[in-house]
């Protein structure tokens, strides 16, 4: 139990933070609201993937084409969707650099939010129609729409308030995510059975909406913070190539290391969710039941992650920098997956599942962030949101088809992989904190940035 002249404290310097930076109150409720319909979501598309039901995932074509062939798509359900999710992605990507390079931010920041919300209005339609098919599409939209959606809104966060400011407020900018993530499984647990999966659809939208209010309040501290720190302006376009992002990654060695970490990050995340999948496939048969579960799991992330963002995040980042918070989960996962290797029991694959997403969440995903801060705006727009996508998503397909074989030997073997991958995540993080020291501070990042521009 947290003593309560304690929590009354934190709660305290919350407060306070909120009044010295009004700011910090509209951020607070965009990432609540973001996440708040995004985990409304996710329980949903959680089912679909682990859904023993070919015919709603899969469109009846596809499902004949690969029958004709004698492939039964059941076998391979999550690898058919992680790879037309990065070929998706793939495309996706040139048109994301071309909107962010050519228009000024007041125009592409609502642009976002405003086509996944006109989208799900139609996903409403597909699941209260229950055309065939409709599993795959919504799959594929909410995957895209978690990392473009999340991706937009912390690239947006470095806009808004500097490197000692991030260090001080993105835990409680994260704690705010975590309470959304909260309330969407609840509201799912609640309304699905009563209102069903197409009507979450409605309420989700109406979280984003507010999402496009938040940020068009918070792009007026955006504006004055680069008057008077001398930074490159967001309300003009920013111009560049539209494949600068991987151009980026692919020239500077703090970006190429930390897009490494985010692959081996994803891929014990990947080899986890998986082993998972096969475990709810076996115990849950109905839709309905197996959202529900997932919605459980999610309430599990969402509490560890609230905890530590609350109580560890903002005193780790503001007094020892970002070294601990992007070590601490890469240590926690090889112990995880070790105890797995030895013992892959269901009940402790949830444990460490839960550990895992919650480690990510509260502790390097902020990390990571603050980095941006201190960089130019293609770093964060472009390149930060390539990592956060392509290179995201390229991870998720490679180690979608390694668990494959690796599956065939066991869970043991399973496991046992992903501690080497948890290490070797590890040791990227251990090189970007070395190139993360190289960094100029923020005004001579943001002069840069403006000589650029010009």
């Not at 919350?14 to 009004?22: I, K, N």
């Not at 999710?85 to 793939?90: H, K």
């Not at 125009?107 to 799900?120: K, N």
């Amino acid at each position: 139990m947290i003593p309560a002249d304690a929590a009354s404290s934190r709660f305290g310097r919350l407060r306070s933070a909120m009044s010295e930076s009004p700011p910090l109150l509209w951020a607070f409720v965009y990432f609540f609201c973001l996440l708040s319909g995004y985990y409304v979501l996710r329980p949903v598309r959680e089912a679909m993937g682990a859904s023993a039901d070919v015919a709603a995932i899969f469109p009846p074509a596809m499902i004949a084409f690969f029958a004709e062939r004698g492939i039964a798509l059941k076998d391979f359900t999550l690898q058919v969707l992680f790879t037309c999710t990065f070929l998706i992605m793939l495309l996706l990507q040139p048109v994301y650099g071309w909107l962010v390079s050519r228009y000024p931010r007041r125009v592409f920041l609502p642009a976002v939010y405003g086509f996944f919300i006109v989208t799900l209005l139609g996903f409403y339609v597909l699941f209260d129609s229950g055309v065939p098919g409709r599993g795959m599409a919504f799959f594929l939209w909410i995957t895209v729409f978690n990392l473009f959606a999340v991706a937009v809104f912390w690239s947006f966060m470095a806009d808004v308030f500097s490197n000692a400011e991030a260090r001080a407020y993105y835990g409680y900018i994260g704690a705010a995510g975590t309470l959304g993530a909260f309330l969407g499984p609840i509201l799912t647990r609640s309304l699905v059975e009563r209102i069903g999966i197409a009507n979450l659809m409605l309420v989700s939208a109406g979280f984003l909406a507010m999402c496009v209010v938040c940020l068009l309040r918070l792009r007026l501290w955006a504006v004055a913070r680069e008057r008077e720190r001398g930074l490159a302006s967001g309300e003009v376009p920013m111009g560049g190539e539209v494949m600068a992002g991987l151009k980026l990654i692919a020239r500077e060695p703090l970006l190429r290391w930390m897009a490494l970490m985010v692959v081996f990050g994803v891929g014990v995340g990947t080899l986890l969710y998986n082993e998972q999948a096969a475990i709810v496939r076996r115990t849950f048969t109905d839709p309905a039941a197996a959202t529900s579960f997932y919605a459980t799991l999610d309430l599990a992330v969402n509490a560890l992650t609230l905890v530590v963002q609350l109580l560890v995040t903002r005193r780790l980042l503001s007094r020892y920098g970002i070294a601990p918070a992007l070590l601490i989960p890469g240590c926690a996962i090889i112990l995880g997956f070790s105890i797995l290797a030895a013992s892959p029991l269901p009940l402790m694959v949830a444990v460490v599942q839960v550990v895992t997403r919650a480690s990510e969440f509260s502790l390097a995903k902020p990390a990571r962030e603050t980095i941006y801060t201190r960089v130019g705006r293609e770093w964060r727009y472009k390149a930060g949101a390539a990592i956060d996508t392509v290179v995201y998503r390229g991870a998720d397909l490679g180690f979608v088809w390694l668990h494959k074989p690796l599956s065939m030997f066991g869970s043991s073997m399973v496991f046992g992989a992903g501690v080497l991958v948890a290490g070797a995540m590890t040791f990227s993080a251990l090189k970007l904190l070395r190139q993360e020291k190289q960094l100029p501070d923020e005004r001579q990042a943001g002069t840069a940035s403006a000589a650029g521009a010009a």
